[in-house]
């Protein structure tokens, strides 16, 4: 039987503002939902609400551009995968080249570790020492993505012998 006990004494000394959603998991994963487990429910439930991870709305303190290592070839490459428990949501996407001398396009896609689903794509025909462009929705996708640990974004970069090095970027926010 699980406890609320259990749950506030691995959450210690944790703070709400350093409490990550891989500790609620890692603590609250195993608790069945059974009668006799119902102040670990609600103590669960309660963590969850006061670190903000239950509404689905942006848990302040938490936007980041993230950053993709830097690329040098056209390879399918992971740009962000989130830790287990968390969800976060994309709100702009796009690539920034280096010596950049001709067109190169970027395609982002959803990654399950099986499935890749293609999802967007710029053709960039702008050369300079370094060129950023952005994805934009063309009609055919819409933003904002969602991303967890177990469905997200890989990118591929073509036409390397047109640039130096490139980097995928994206404006994020986490939601659970």
């Not at 959603?21 to 119902?38: G, S, Y």
């Not at 950053?67 to 949501?89: H, K, M």
Request: some cysteine; proline content about 3%.
């Amino acid at each position: 039987m699980a406890s609320d006990e259990n749950i506030f004494s691995n959450l210690n000394p944790k703070t709400l503002s350093s409490v990550t959603a891989t500790d609620i998991n890692t603590t609250t994963r195993d608790v069945h939902i059974e009668r006799k487990n119902l102040d670990a429910l609600k103590t669960t439930v309660l963590v969850n609400d006061a670190s903000m991870r239950s509404s689905g709305t942006i848990i302040p303190g938490t936007g980041a551009i993230k950053l993709s290592a830097a690329v040098t070839d056209n390879t399918r490459t992971t740009w962000f995968q989130p830790n287990p428990g968390e969800v976060w949501v994309v709100d702009a996407a796009g690539v920034v080249w280096t010596d950049k001398t001709g067109d190169s396009g970027v395609s982002m896609y959803y990654y399950d570790g099986t499935t890749v689903l293609d999802v967007a794509y710029v053709l960039n025909a702008s050369t300079g020492a370094s060129v950023t462009a952005r994805l934009s929705d063309d009609g055919s996708w819409e933003w904002p993505f969602h991303l967890d640990e177990n469905c997200y974004v890989q990118f591929v970069i073509g036409t390397s012998a047109n640039w130096a090095t490139a980097q995928f970027q994206g404006a994020c926010w986490r939601i659970r």
